[in-house]
Structure formats: C-alpha cells, structure tokens
C-alpha cells in the first residue's frame, strides 16, 4: 500500500519569499513521485515528476523538488513566489509498475501575501 | 489541440437518482481514468481503461458505480441510486498509454451535488 502525507493544509507566503511545500510519501517500493497544481475550476496540471535519476527534478513556473529517499520526502520549492502562484497543490505517488492510478495527499492552499 | 473535456460541469440529483458522467479523452490516448475529489481532500482513484477494458477497477466504492468505454474513446460513470455520500468532484484524465512515461492530462471535473 502507498500513502502521501501532505504537512499543512494552508501555507501563506509573501510575494518575493521562498516557497516550501512538505510531501511525505510510503511507499513498499521505488516510488514515482509527482507535483500538480490546480486553479480554481480547472483540472490538474503536472508541475514536475521524479522517476529515476537525478534526484533534483525541475518543473514548470520556476518549481523544483527533491527526492530524499531516507527522509521519503519529496518536498516542493521555489526561490520567490509570484502572486499566479496561489493555487491548490497535490503530491502524489504511483507505484506497482507504474500502470496504476495516482496516490494522491490531501492537497496544501498556497496564499500569496502582496 | 484540445484537452480533456467533461460533462456535464455541474450536477445536482436527488438522493437515489441514477447519474451518468461523461469524459472525452484527447484524441489518440488509449488509457482513461477516473478519480473522485471530495471537499477537502485530494483525488481519489476510482478506476482505469486501457483500451475498453477496465484495467483495474480497485477503487470503485461500491456496486453502484460503474464506468464503460464501449469504443475506447469516451468513457462514462454511472452512478445508481445516488447518495449524499456520493457528492464530489468527478474528475477524468486521459493518457497516451498507461504508466510511466506517459502524463496523465487531467479535464476540468464534473461537480456532483445529490441533496
């Protein structure tokens, strides 16, 4: 069985500060690890995905995040949010294969502060 | 090109009413899933087409529900005798094959209210 375990159901930033995101994952093998985002009344939208390789994966809008393997984390960041950053966010987590349906957390509501 | 789309945007349906939800996949992918968000929490797995067979229907709730891709196009969820339980958002993503490395695109949901 797969879990995600997202840490903090809200998180409020200034615009121009660091953005943290926490995602704890299990997982009973290699996991695949992904982060959405999603605007208000619009479907999800694939920010970046870790597979194999480098553990340092970069995405779209100026997000990265890294695959710790001893923490099982796989947190998301960016250096300076911009307002269009405000949105939901999704870690989720797809093993057995990789042909199965995502394992979705309970999402994190990023406020940016102007 | 065009993405995922999903009808109808919005439903509402009485308690015990029969519901079909509708997805149409971006052209050519031959895998199709199906999720449920409920308020507060994130997607949840419901089932997934490979083609038109069901190829892991896991995470369906229950016998009420039920999906068919008769064509291995579009894709319906059937819900009979709705409950208030059953209120969310119905969300659909298509791929070009299933699994890695293939992306799942995802279409915009279907907001299901049974009162």
């Known amino acids: 069985a797969q879990s995600v375990t997202q840490l903090g159901s809200h998180v409020s930033v200034s615009e121009g500060a660091l953005v943290l995101l926490r995602c704890n994952y299990s997982?009973?093998?290699?996991?695949?690890l992904f982060w959405y985002v999603q605007y208000p009344n619009q479907g999800l939208q694939l920010l970046l995905k870790?597979?194999?390789?480098?553990?340092l994966v970069k995405g779209i809008n100026g997000f990265e995040a890294e695959f710790k393997k001893s923490e099982t984390s796989f947190h998301l960041t960016k250096p300076s949010a911009h307002m269009s950053d405000a949105a939901e966010y999704f870690c989720?987590?797809?093993?057995?294969?990789?042909?199965?349906?995502?394992?979705f957390g309970k999402g994190t509501h990023l406020i940016i502060q102007p | 090109g065009a993405g995922v789309s999903q009808t109808p945007s919005n439903k509402v349906t009485e308690k015990g009413k029969y519901v079909e939800l509708r997805c149409d996949p971006i052209?050519?992918?031959?895998?199709l899933y199906w999720y449920r968000q409920s308020l507060g929490q994130g997607p949840e797995f419901l089932i997934y087409f490979q083609g038109t067979g069901a190829a892991d229907d896991s995470g369906l709730p229950n016998d009420r529900f039920f999906a068919v891709r008769p064509e291995g196009s579009v894709s319906t969820l059937k819900i009979q005798r709705t409950e208030r339980g059953d209120s969310a958002v119905y969300l659909c993503?298509?791929?070009?094959?299933?699994?890695?490395?293939?992306?799942?695109?995802f279409g915009p949901g279907t907001r299901l209210t049974v009162t």
């Open positions: 870790y597979t194999t390789g480098a553990t």
């Open positions: 993503a298509s791929s070009l094959k299933a699994g890695l490395p293939y992306e799942q695109y």
């Open positions: 052209s050519g992918h031959t895998a």
């Open positions: 997982s009973s093998v290699p996991p695949y």
């Open positions: 989720a987590v797809l093993s057995g294969g990789g042909a199965d349906g995502l394992t």
